[in-house]
């Protein structure tokens, strides 16, 4: 009896979600006896994801550059999901902030784990063929990690250095994107030309970029994080997690494609030049960069050796 009144208040529940579609109940369950059982390769597109990779040459490890390349890209996904979750609360609770902020750091900890299989995992003497028939793409062209940056701190924090005390929250958005520092890894600095790189970039998602960071003007992870009472603003479990988050996306990240470039990029005294025409050196350093996406929760001692242990690592190794 309890089963057959158990269906009765499913039915009714049913009866009551589909009443405003335009079709009656009767109509859905058709559709269910006649729908197939769902597999598991159908329900994640196996087959659809196994063929989208798709080499420009005949050398073996491209494969793993594109594979890993898009996997990258779904792990940013993930970190953009949570990102959105936390703009779009209102609640304030610092569970949920908290909880979101660590998956976040569980993504990144599972990119950056990872990134060995850029590093060590594929031939250099491939690489630097295979990656001649890729130009002018490049992984500056990740629109994504450009959203991640965008969803966590305004606009003024990801300024360049060099003009960032020039400007504010009270410029414009078009103001402030002009002057974001990844431009400048995509641009001839003696001429002010922008590599194609960079002007492919731009033509594809400025418009996109400039209307999501309209949209959370005010309302980024860093200004959620603000907008807290101070007695959660100081959790040290948030403040902690925050900071990992931080040091995840501008520190680890960008330091794990320096490791990346110096092993198949470098040569010698000199340098090969990256696909897009980045000028990785100037670009990837965290310390010449100094984006902080939380700069509140730092004292001024870190702020000012932002990412200096990692660059001595990578350029001195003679002092670890």
């Known amino acids: 009896m309890k089963d057959k009144e158990r269906i009765d208040s499913q039915i009714e529940k049913l009866e009551e979600k589909y009443k405003d579609s335009g079709q009656d109940l009767s109509s859905y369950l058709d559709g269910l006896l006649h729908q197939r059982y769902l597999t598991y390769w159908d329900y994640i597109n196996l087959d659809t994801l196994l063929s989208l990779q798709q080499p420009r040459t005949y050398f073996p490890d491209e494969e793993i550059f594109i594979m890993y390349h898009q996997i990258t890209e779904l792990y940013f996904k993930l970190i953009l999901h949570e990102q959105k979750q936390l703009v779009d609360d209102k609640s304030q609770n610092l569970d949920f902030f908290i909880e979101k902020v660590r998956r976040i750091n569980s993504y990144y900890k599972a990119l ?189 001692q870190e702020l000012n050796n932002w990412g200096k242990q990692w660059v001595d690592h990578i350029f001195n190794p003679e002092k670890k």
């Open 112 to 300: 950056i784990s990872s990134f060995s299989i850029m590093i060590k995992g594929m031939e250099r003497e491939q690489f630097l063929q295979y990656r001649m028939a890729l130009l002018p793409a490049s992984g500056f062209q990740s629109a994504q990690f450009r959203m991640i940056e965008i969803y966590s701190t305004p606009l003024e924090n990801l300024v360049h250095q060099s003009q960032r005390e020039n400007f504010s929250s009270e410029n414009s958005i078009e103001e402030l994107y002009e002057q974001i520092y990844w431009k400048r890894g995509a641009t001839d600095m003696s001429t002010g030309d922008k590599t194609l790189t960079l002007k492919q970039f731009e033509y594809r998602y400025t418009p996109r970029l400039v209307r999501i960071a309209k949209q959370v003007r005010g309302n980024t992870i860093y200004h959620k994080y603000l907008q807290l009472p101070e007695t959660k603003r100081y959790n040290k479990e948030l403040v902690d997690a925050l900071k990992k988050m931080d040091i995840n996306a501008n520190v680890n990240w960008p330091l794990m494609h320096m490791g990346s470039a110096h092993r198949y990029l470098a040569k010698g005294e000199g340098q090969v030049d990256a696909t897009g025409g980045t000028n990785w050196k100037e670009y990837l350093p965290p310390s010449f960069q100094k984006v902080v996406f939380f700069p509140e929760i730092y004292s001024k």
